[in-house]
T-cell receptor, first 109, second 113 residues
C-alpha cells in the first residue's frame, strides 16, 4: 500500500520567517495531494491541494510544490504568523487516502 | 467548501455505557463517510469506512462489535461506542468526500471515566 512520510515532525520558526514541510509517497498511482491544518481540539481543515498534472500552486502565503518524478511534495508558508501554529498533515490519494504523520508547527512571536 | 458536522463535540460517560456520535454532511450527500480516531500528538487512524445502505468496512484491528456504525441516510452516519471503557477515551473525527477531497468534522472528544 501507499506510504506517506512527512518531515519534520516538529518545526519552530520566528514570526515572519518561512516554514517548509516535506512529504514523500511511494504509490505512483497517487494523483491528488491535499494539505490539512489541525488546530488543537479541532478537526483537520483543508488549506490547499495540488493535482498530479500541476507542479506548483499558490494561495496567498501558502504554496505547495509537487515533484512527481521524485514522488515528493512540499508545503511552504511564508511570512508566518502566530495563528499559523498548528499541526499540518499531508495526504496522498489515488484509490485511497493516506495521511502523513503530521508536523507540529510553532510560530514564535 | 463542504461542511461536515459532528455531535456531540465532547462527551463524558461512565465505564460500561454506550455513546453515540453523529456525523452529518450539511450541504452535500455522502454515500461514504469515514471514521477516524486520534490520540494526542498522533496522526489520524482510520477506523472504518461507512457506506450508506450497507455494512461498514472496518480496518484491521478495529472491533466491529465495539464500534457500531450505521449509515442510514445520505447525510448521516453514526458511530456508537458500546460498553465504553477508559481506553476508548479519544478524539473521534468523521469525514466525507463530496468530490475528491476529504472534508472533516470538528471532532468529538470522548472521556470514559
Amino acid at each position: 500500500g501507499e506510504n506517506v512520510e512527512q518531515h519534520p515532525s516538529t518545526l519552530s520558526v520566528q514570526e515572519g520567517d518561512s516554514a517548509v514541510i516535506k512529504c514523500t509517497y511511494s504509490d505512483s498511482a497517487s494523483n491528488y495531494f491535499p494539505w490539512y491544518k489541525q488546530e488543537l481540539g479541532k478537526g483537520p481543515q483543508l488549506i490547499i491541494d495540488i493535482r498530479s498534472n500541476v507542479g506548483e500552486k499558490k494561495d496567498q502565503r501558502i504554496a505547495v510544490t509537487l515533484n512527481k518524478t521524485a514522488k515528493h511534495f512540499s508545503l511552504h508558508i511564508t511570512e508566518t504568523q502566530p495563528e499559523d501554529s498548528a499541526v499540518y498533515f499531508c495526504a496522498a490519494t489515488g484509490n485511497q487516502f493516506y495521511f502523513g504523520t503530521g508536523t507540529s508547527l510553532t510560530v514564535i512571536p | 467548501g463542504a461542511v461536515v458536522s459532528q455531535h456531540p463535540s465532547w462527551v463524558i460517560c461512565k465505564s460500561g455505557t454506550s455513546v453515540k456520535i453523529e456525523c452529518r454532511s450539511l450541504d452535500f450527500q455522502a454515500t461514504t463517510m469515514f471514521w477516524y480516531r486520534q490520540f494526542p500528538k498522533q496522526s489520524l487512524m482510520l477506523m472504518a469506512t461507512s457506506n450508506e445502505g450497507s455494512k461498514a468496512t472496518y480496518e484491521q484491528g478495529v472491533e466491529k462489535d465495539k464500534f457500531l456504525i450505521n449509515h442510514a441516510s445520505l447525510t448521516l452516519s453514526t458511530l456508537t461506542v458500546t460498553s465504553a471503557h477508559p481506553e476508548d477515551s479519544s478524539f473521534y473525527i468523521c469525514s466525507a468526500i463530496p468530490w475528491e477531497t476529504q472534508y472533516f468534522g470538528p471532532g468529538t472528544r470522548l472521556l470514559v471515566l
